[in-house]
């Protein structure tokens, strides 16, 4: 089985902090993404990665960067976190066209 | 341009009943993949099934059924005999063929809450 583990499922951080989100896959998968979950509006897409070193801009890139320095570990950082941040944020992992593979999910809030 | 939409934004149903969550896709791509996720309280969506363009005959998986048509560009979830564990949001997915990275694009999430 696929696992995908994000390091915390609950955060709290004040504002401006610099916030890193981790994620790491067990399947040798190319494919990581993040995605930003929000009543209403369902999941958005952040970023993604299709190979270690490679990402590209989602849907709403803006506030955020992202590193892949090993194929096995896509993290998310919050350069200068700002309450409108607050959302739960989930990592996935892919083989090009199977489905992806979910984690728990990382439920941030900036005070 | 790609998109997805669940209309339905909350479904109560009680339970033993029938539910159908609806979804309804836009792409200009002849070749596509179309999913459905379940996301239960616990937070971690959960892969229920995948559909390519080419197939549009009706799966059955237990009490989970699909309906897939191309001619109105829909993407239905039947639940039959509903049961409590079936309360979750539910998230209908494209993949477009001219995407070359397996990013999905998600409808907005259906939450079925199934009362005893």
């Known amino acids: 089985d696929v696992k995908v583990t994000q390091s915390s499922r609950y955060l709290v951080k004040r504002t401006g902090e610099k916030v890193f989100l981790e994620c790491v896959q067990d399947?040798?998968?190319?494919?990581m993404f993040w995605y930003r979950q929000d009543p209403g509006l369902g999941l958005r897409l952040i970023y993604f990665?299709?190979?270690?070193?490679?990402?590209e801009k989602g849907d709403i890139p803006e506030g955020y960067s992202v590193s892949r320095e090993k194929k096995e570990r896509f993290s998310l950082i919050l350069e200068s976190a700002s309450t409108n941040q607050t959302s739960m944020y989930l990592c996935?992992?892919?083989?090009?066209?199977?489905?992806?593979?979910f984690g728990n999910g990382t439920r941030l809030t900036v005070t | 341009a790609q998109k997805v939409t669940q209309a339905q934004t909350e479904i109560s149903v009680v339970e033993k009943e029938d539910v159908t969550l609806d979804c309804v896709y836009e792409?200009?791509?002849?070749?596509?993949?179309l999913f459905w996720y379940k996301q239960p309280p616990s937070g971690e969506l959960v892969f229920l099934i995948r559909?390519?363009?080419?197939?549009?005959q009706n799966e059955i998986s237990g009490r989970y059924s699909w309906n897939f048509q191309k001619s109105t560009s829909s993407f239905n979830f039947t639940i039959t005999a509903s049961q409590v564990v079936d309360s979750a949001v539910y998230f209908c997915?494209?993949?477009?063929?001219?995407?070359?990275?397996?990013?999905?694009?998600f409808g907005q999430g259906t939450t079925l809450q199934v009362k005893p």
């Open positions: 996935a992992s892919s083989l090009l066209w199977s489905p992806l593979h």
């Open positions: 399947m040798d998968h190319e494919n």
């Open positions: 990665s299709y190979d270690v070193k490679m990402k």
């Open positions: 792409t200009r791509d002849t070749t596509y993949y």
């Open positions: 559909r390519n363009s080419f197939d549009e």
């Open positions: 997915a494209l993949l477009h063929g001219s995407s070359n990275t397996g990013k999905l694009i």
